[in-house]
């Protein structure tokens, strides 16, 4: 229980720590590594690489990681909790979900709209080139609302279950996702089990997501009618089966459109919106997107807690 709480407060506090041996940049090189192997091994098999690839890293993450806080608890209980803290505040990212969307806004503020264009770049598919203020604003509350899910209730989610070698877990399948899971012609069929097995582990928390984020904006005095409206409404305009959960929720709270077509490596999108076109998408609007993101992290940890409590009552 208390790692938990100590790794959630050390992402409030600190952040994501840039640097080359970010654990989860570690768990990104080990797929890279074992992709080869099985392209090469199974050439004409890659919907079978790619689960193989899965199956793999999995393992390797889950076990390295049990194996390693056994270990230590071996030696001093105190220092296993104290490592599991840590490894736990590597899988959560509410701190760096803001200051992303923090680092776009701050051009905005400098009337620099070709820099927030450059900056949002680094955090967004989509064409960004020729977004005016008010589509880079959506940009940015669509980034926080739909990885609300998978950057911090998704690795809470599991923590509270089995600790951090199962947070560890999730972290490599959404890893293996973004770097496996795109519908071009390498990874049509490679990456076909990764995305899809990505898709079931965040099936559970996207929804939690969309709940805490109607619960949280009760508390904000935003408007949680329309949010459960929108909700319930929208929740599944998205070729995910996930990502519009956060998003429809957030839309509704905030009175605005999410989502719509836009340009890809030049290509024009279409996709279906969410939420309804009440408010327009200002500044204002970003820094409520924040709020409803720590209040919902907030919400994530106690349910982590809580699941935490439980399981270790049954065991």
Partial sequence: ????????????????????????????????????????????????????????????????????????NAISPILSIILEAIMIYFCIATKALKDEGLKVVKFIINNDIKGARKQLSY????DTNNLDKEAILKAVVETVAENMSDG???????????????????????????????????????????????????????RLTGYFTIIVSFILGLNYKNSLNIYNRDKRNHSSPNSAHPE?????????????????????VEKPTIGDDLERVDLNKVNMTNKILYGVSILGCTMAVILNVIVSKLL
């Avoid at 929720?249 to 836009?262: D, Y």
């Fill in 123 to 126: 955090i967004v598919g989509r």
């Fill in 152 to 206: 911090v209730i998704s690795p809470l989610f599991y923590a509270g279950i089995v600790g951090a070698p199962l947070a560890f877990l999730y972290k490599a399948v959404n890893t293996m996702d973004s770097m496996f899971g795109y519908k071009n012609d390498k990874y049509i069929e490679f990456g076909y089990f990764p995305a899809k097995l990505d898709d079931v582990f965040n099936y559970i928390p996207a």
């Fill in 1 to 72: 229980m208390m790692q938990i709480i100590i790794g959630f407060l050390l992402d409030l506090i600190i952040g994501d720590p840039q640097n080359p041996i970010h654990p989860i940049r570690l768990i990104g090189s080990l797929c890279s590594y074992t992709e080869k192997i099985f392209r090469k091994i199974l050439r004409n098999y890659l919907k079978l690489a790619g689960l193989l690839t899965w199956i793999i890293v999995v393992l390797v993450v889950f076990f390295f990681n049990y194996l390693l806080l056994k270990g230590v």
């Fill in 248 to 268: 429809a929720a957030v839309a509704g709270a905030l009175g605005v459109k999410l989502g719509g077509a836009n340009y890809y490596f030049g290509k024009l």
